[in-house]
Structure formats: C-alpha cells, structure tokens
C-alpha cells in the first residue's frame, strides 16, 4: 500500500519536471515566434478569446451605466475618439489607417460594431493586455471615459457627414473636468447655483440657505452650459421646449405632462425625480410659482442629434407677489426624443439662482 503512493508520487512529480523542463526549453529556445504578423493557430484563438471575453465581462458586470443619451456627454465624446482613437478604430467612411492592418488582434471598427456599454467602459479604462488597446484610464477621469462609451453608442448609425460635423461641434480633449472641484472657475457663480429654487418657497429657502452656501458643495453639480448649443440649431425641438414652457406658465399640467415621456427624469438645483413624483409633488408647486411671476426667456439654444435632441436656454425670473421680489436667473436643459412626429421630453434639468445685480 505504501509502495504504491510512493511510486505514485514519484510518477507525479517526475511528469511535472519534464513539462516545466518542456515549458522552459519551449521559451528560452526562442521557437515561439512572438511576430504581429505571425499569427495564433484557431485552437490558441479560441482559447484567448475565451479567456478575454469572460475577463471583461466578470469584471464590467457590476458597472452602473449612467445616462448615456445626453447630447452633451456625447458631444465630448465626439471629440475624445476624434482625438484618440480613429487610427485604430476608424470612423465613418475611412477604410483603413496605415497603423491597423499591422495590429494583432486586429482593432474593430468601432463605426460599425456597437459594444456593450459596461463592456466598453471596463476596456476603454483598463485596456488590453498583449494588444494594441491602450488604458485609457490612467490619463482619464471616469466622466471623460463614459463620454467616449456613450459616443460609440451612435457612432454606427452616423454617416461621415453627421460624425465630421459632430467633431466640428465637440469641446476640446483637455475640457473634461466636468465641473470639479477647481475653486477658481465654480466660485465666480457656482456657489450660487448650488442654492437658490425654482419654486414657491424660493425666496426664503435661498435666503436662509446663503449662510451655508459655501459648505453646500457647488462641485456637486456641473453648472449647465451652452456648450455645443446653436440658437435655432433644432427648431422643431425648440418650437416643442416653447410649448412645454408655455403650458407651465399657463397652468396646463395636461399639456406639461403630456410632454413628458414616461421615463422622464426630473432635476431641479441637483435633486432628481421620476415623473410620476413630479406630477404628484413639485409640479403643483411649480405652476403656483410661475403663476405669480414674470418670466423672461434670454436665450435659447439647442443640438440635434438623430431621434434625440437637446435644447438649453434661460431666463430671468422676477416673482410679482413677495414683499420683496427676489430675481431669478433660470438655467434649463431638456433632453427630447423624438417618438413618431412628435418630440417628447425625457429629461429635465432645472437650476436656478439669484440674479447677480449689477451696481
Ligand atoms: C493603438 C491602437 C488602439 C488605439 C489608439 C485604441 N484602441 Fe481600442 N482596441 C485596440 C485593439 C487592438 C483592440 C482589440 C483588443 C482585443 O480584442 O484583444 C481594441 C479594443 C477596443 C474595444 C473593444 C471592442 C470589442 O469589440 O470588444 C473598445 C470599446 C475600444 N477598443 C475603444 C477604444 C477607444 C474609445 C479608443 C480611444 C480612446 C481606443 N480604443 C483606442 C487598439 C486601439
């Protein structure tokens, strides 16, 4: 019984030392020829992709994906694959680039396939070990990252005329701290925005809160921009901003919340709300305030994108009811699908703040 085992053993660990002895003279021989252009045998393929595949995906799993069909992020993200990636991974209407037919694997042409969100975001910000992908992620913040994922959403759909006017359009590759906590550029008004409401209590709550403005974290929230917003740029999704602006002021919550798509999200000044809270809660609130007020639209912009399309503008509200009004400077962004001939509304973003006065 004894002898046995031994004799196993024996057995076992002198097969263990020919195949490391095998492995070794197997890499130190210099056979393997580790060339781009030489490429793996099927099995070997098959195998690494297997291995790749399950990689990301145990890793992407749990990724929460934001929300990927705001202009805005995909107008940045234009930029970033512009600046980044079409050497390896084309664009619409470019065949080839001198670096791609080199490379082993070879890159996809990201202007034809589409790749899961998670799936993108893991590789874009870890990279590929043994391939050209590089991780994009030691030079990136997350924010830039989730720019480029929800770019490569559209971009098979894009024709070279829509993607070279979209690049025209996007801001420049160093533009990515999307809102940080850079004191310099949020103080000039951030502080502000961060406070202030859109709604009847607004006057007291801004003035009780202005004690504490600066704690309020004004890095919390990008402040909403005209960036990539053309004046007219989408009349049709302007015209349909109007009408939602008009039933507001009139009272029409049938109109306002027809506007509304079911899965609309609304944020007012940071806080988030789903449409069915809004139309329960704030919305009442909201045509309670703009009943006693006048409001004046300033500016008006917007960005079409295929079926989607966003429209930013502002407007300066003076409250006519309050001992002493208190004047409101607007700031909205509505992101709008189009859904047969109709545009309809799925995001609200809201923020407002007291007007600056000029002395
Ligand atoms: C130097 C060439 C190179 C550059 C530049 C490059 N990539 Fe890649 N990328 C690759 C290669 C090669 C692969 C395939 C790797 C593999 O399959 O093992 C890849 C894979 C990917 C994938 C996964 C595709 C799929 O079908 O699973 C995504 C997404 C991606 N790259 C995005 C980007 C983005 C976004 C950029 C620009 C920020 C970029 N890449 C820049 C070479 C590159």
Sequence with gaps: MKQHVKHYSIAVVALLAILIAGGAVFVYSGVYNIGADDHHTRPVFAILQALRERSIHARSEHIVVPNLEDPQLILKGAGQYAAMCTDCHLKPGMSDSEIRPGLYPQPPNLSQVRVDPKDAFWIIKHGIKMSAMPAWGTSHEDPAIWSMVAFLQKLPDMTPQQYKEMVAKAPPDEDMDMGDEDGGHSHSHGGDEAEGHHQGEAGSM???????????????????????LTPRAAPDAEAAAQAFHGALQRGDRTVVLGMLAPEATLTEDGQTQSRETYAADHLAEDIAFLKHATVVPLWMGSMPMGDIAMVGSEARITPTRDGKPRVLRSHERLTLKKYGSAWKITAVQWQSAPEETTP
């Design 206 to 228: 801004a003035q009780a809160d202005e004690g504490h403005a600066h704690e309020a974290s004004p890095a919390a929230q990008p402040e909403l921009s005209r960036e990539g």
